[in-house]
């Protein structure tokens, strides 16, 4: 059984810094890019970060570049998401996503539950 558990939401001055991790079980975890999404009400789900299954390359939301950093251990079989100067707009609850390439018409991904990130004085 797939699971993708995200912890390290709370509540967070604006400012502040938080890390997220996620912990993959049952798959092959050094196989699968991993993704943070973040979704408020009402709206869509949208790309915070992305990083290759080797870890060599990452990729940001334009509105979290130079203050978010995406990294992984696979021998933790874990994602992060460091969040630094955290502003009110970056409340949101954020998913982990395991994705794999299978074939050139079959993808396979799975999601966490998400986490609750709350900015606010």
């Known amino acids: 059984q797939v699971q993708l558990v995200e912890s390290g939401g709370g509540l967070v001055q604006p400012g502040g810094s938080l890390r997220l991790s996620c912990v993959a079980s049952g798959i092959s975890f050094s196989r699968y890019a991993m993704f943070w999404y973040r979704q408020t009400p009402g709206k869509e789900r949208d790309l915070v970060a992305y990083?290759?299954?080797?870890?060599?390359?990452?990729d940001y939301g334009d509105s979290v570049k130079g203050r978010f950093t995406i990294s992984r251990n696979s021998d933790k079989n874990t994602v992060y998401l460091q969040m630094n100067n955290l502003k009110p707009e970056d409340t949101a609850v954020y998913y982990c996503k395991a994705d794999r390439i299978i074939t050139v018409w079959k993808r396979e991904e799975f999601w966490g539950q998400g986490t609750q990130v709350t900015v606010s004085s």
């Open positions: 990083i290759t299954e080797s870890g060599g390359s990452t």
